[in-house]
């Protein structure tokens, strides 16, 4: 099968890693890709949301499948775009529907769907500028802290947690009349603040029935002990240790399986990943939010666990038989500790040369090198992003993983590198 892959990230080299292990893969593309995911294929200069431009790229290189990364494709319709088209029919395409995908692309709309189908979040109500003042209303009875987010995609920066009626008045004004998210905070949703710890879970489902492809916990705040501001994701581990046999169960009878069913009783089209944003309440889960796609840098350990060929799983996914499928875990446990570049998440700068790349060779050791923000110029990596690199470890346990990682990262460098050296700090 020749396979297409959309994206630029460590998920996307992660993803990269695991499909060409696969007999399934005969030759892989990655648009636009990176310095590391050109390791295992050819990256292609090419906008993920340039559906035209995909669709040609399609026809040429024979793709047989397509595999979508981040989320701005999926909510835009690429399913439904490659489903229209007679050309493209035949290509498995490895997303939900755009209808489906607004679990991801409305917080509004996923918390309707939870409600249907009795599924354990956050109790809330929506706003728009036409009730605005019914909202602040709604704000000022409100208990503390109060969660605002932003209803539409705003490149993970719409939700914000304030402790005051002030400050959240302040902000839903911000989203509202200011319009802070453009369109995406036209509508805000409001709710509970939840107390607890959070993980994620990854499902393959093809809107029928779903296999659990791996768990994980990320970090998302810049500082050590989960302190400054809020970042794509700072580092991850897995196995979760709280995620035993009873948690694991509430996650499946009381969200995995109502999400599943309620994708088919509606009819919503969905073949590909569900990323279930959890939050452990004293034991009990909650929904914090759904996406579409696999995390980032979750894939960066989830992949490494999963020993499943993920290649295989997609297509049991297109033909109906993802029920047979025999998933299986690394019993090790796996860790990634990102690599930033200096200030990020405010302003940094990019076109940083990255030294002692050479010594590491991905999948020869414990460790592995996913680039996440790259690029290759001449015969030079340099940075290209933010995040840059995620160093992932297996060890005998989290805290081996993790110093794995970290033994790695020593020999890495460009000017002004940061990393958390405290991943999975309460776990040690
Ligand atoms: P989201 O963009 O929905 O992932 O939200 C970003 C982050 O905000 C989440 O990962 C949580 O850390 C936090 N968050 C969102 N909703 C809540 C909530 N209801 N209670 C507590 N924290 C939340
Ligand atoms: N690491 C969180 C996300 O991918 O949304």
Same mark, same amino acid.
């Given at each position: 099968?020749?396979?297409?892959? *959309? =994206?630029?990230?460590?998920?996307?080299?992660?993803?990269?890693?695991?499909?060409?292990?696969?007999? %399934?893969?005969?030759?892989?593309?990655?648009?636009?890709?990176?310095?590391?995911?050109?390791?295992?294929?050819?990256?292609?200069?090419?906008?993920?949301?340039?559906?035209?431009?995909?669709?040609?790229?399609?026809?040429?290189?024979?793709?047989?499948?397509?595999?979508?990364?981040?989320? /701005?494709?999926?909510?835009?319709?690429?399913?439904?775009?490659?489903?229209?088209?007679?050309?493209?029919?035949?290509?498995?395409?490895?997303?939900?529907?755009?209808?489906?995908?607004?679990?991801?692309?409305?917080?509004?709309?996923?918390?309707?769907?939870?409600?249907?189908? +009795?599924?354990?979040?956050? =109790?809330?109500?929506?706003?728009?500028?036409?009730?605005?003042?019914?909202?602040?209303?709604?704000?000022?009875?409100?208990?503390?802290?109060?969660?605002?987010?932003?209803?539409?995609?705003?490149?993970?920066?719409?939700?914000?947690?304030?402790?005051?009626? /002030?400050?959240? !008045?302040?902000?839903?004004? #911000?989203?509202?009349?200011?319009?802070?998210?453009? /369109?995406?905070?036209?509508?805000?949703?409001?709710? #509970?603040? @939840?107390?607890?710890? #959070?993980?994620?879970?990854?499902?393959?489902?093809?809107?029928?029935?779903?296999?659990? !492809?791996? %768990?994980?916990?990320?970090?998302?705040?810049?500082?050590? $002990?989960?302190?400054? @501001?809020?970042?794509?994701?700072? $580092?991850?581990?897995?196995?979760?240790?709280?995620?035993?046999?009873?948690?694991?169960?509430?996650? &499946?009878?009381?969200?995995?399986?109502?999400?599943?069913?309620?994708?088919?009783?509606?009819? *919503?089209?969905?073949? =590909?990943?569900?990323?279930?944003? *959890?939050?452990?309440?004293?034991?009990?889960?909650?929904?914090?939010?759904?996406?579409?796609?696999?995390?980032?840098?979750?894939? #960066?350990?989830?992949?490494?666990?999963?020993?499943?060929? *993920?290649?295989?799983?997609?297509?049991?996914?297109?033909? $109906?038989?993802?029920?047979?499928? +025999?998933?299986?875990?690394?019993?090790?446990?796996?860790?990634?500790?990102?690599?930033?570049?200096?200030?990020?998440?405010?302003?940094?700068?990019?076109?940083?040369?990255?030294?002692?790349?050479?010594?590491?060779?991905?999948?020869?050791?414990?460790?592995?090198?996913?680039?996440?923000?790259?690029?290759?110029?001449?015969?030079?990596?340099?940075?290209?992003?933010?995040?840059?690199?995620?160093?992932?470890?297996?060890?005998?346990? @989290?805290? &081996?993983?993790?110093?794995?990682?970290?033994?790695?990262?020593?020999?890495?460098?460009?000017?002004?590198?940061?990393?958390?050296?405290? !991943?999975?700090?309460?776990?040690?």
């Amino acid at each position: 099968m020749n396979i297409l892959l *959309l =994206g630029s990230g460590g998920r996307e080299h992660a993803l990269a890693w695991k499909m060409v292990k696969s007999h %399934h893969c005969d030759k892989l593309f990655i648009a636009p890709g990176n310095a590391g995911t050109a390791e295992f294929g050819t990256n292609l200069d090419l906008s993920v949301n340039d559906f035209e431009a995909i669709k040609n790229t399609c026809l040429e290189q024979k793709i047989n499948m397509l595999v979508v990364g981040p989320e /701005e494709p999926l909510v835009k319709g690429i399913y439904d775009f490659f489903q229209k088209d007679p050309q493209l029919q035949n290509i498995i395409v490895v997303a939900p529907s755009a209808e489906a995908a607004q679990l991801e692309g409305s917080k509004a709309f996923s918390k309707k769907f939870m409600q249907r189908h +009795n599924i354990p979040t956050a =109790g809330y109500a929506e706003f728009t500028s036409e009730n605005f003042e019914e909202g602040k209303k709604y704000i000022a009875q409100h208990s503390l802290p109060i969660v605002l987010k932003a209803d539409g995609l705003a490149a993970g920066k719409g939700v914000v947690i304030v402790n005051t009626h /002030e400050e959240a !008045i302040q902000v839903f004004e #911000e989203m509202i009349i200011h319009k802070q998210f453009g /369109e995406a905070s036209s509508k805000v949703v409001i709710e #509970e603040f @939840l107390q607890g710890i #959070e993980v994620s879970v990854f499902a393959l489902t093809d809107g029928e029935v779903y296999q659990i !492809i791996g %768990h994980a916990k990320d970090y998302k705040r810049i500082g050590e $002990g989960d302190t400054g @501001l809020n970042t794509g994701g700072m $580092g991850c581990v897995s196995p979760v240790p709280f995620m035993d046999t009873l948690f694991m169960q509430k996650v &499946e009878e009381r969200i995995i399986k109502p999400t599943i069913n309620g994708l088919y009783k509606e009819e *919503l089209s969905y073949h =590909g990943f569900v990323f279930f944003g *959890l939050m452990n309440v004293k034991g009990e889960p909650f929904v914090i939010e759904y996406n579409c796609r696999m995390g980032d840098p979750e894939t #960066e350990v989830v992949m490494p666990l999963l020993q499943t060929d *993920l290649v295989a799983l997609f297509a049991a996914m297109d033909n $109906g038989t993802l029920i047979d499928a +025999n998933i299986s875990f690394d019993q090790r446990s796996c860790a990634t500790v990102m690599a930033v570049s200096g200030g990020y998440p405010g302003e940094y700068r990019k076109n940083l040369r990255i030294s002692g790349l050479a010594d590491w060779r991905i999948d020869n050791s414990d460790s592995m090198v996913f680039h996440a923000g790259t690029k290759q110029v001449d015969d030079v990596v340099v940075t290209n992003g933010g995040r840059v690199l995620a160093v992932t470890s297996y060890g005998n346990d @989290l805290g &081996e993983a993790v110093a794995k990682s970290k033994k790695v990262l020593q020999k890495i460098s460009f000017e002004g590198m940061y990393y958390r050296s405290d !991943i999975g700090y309460e776990f040690a």
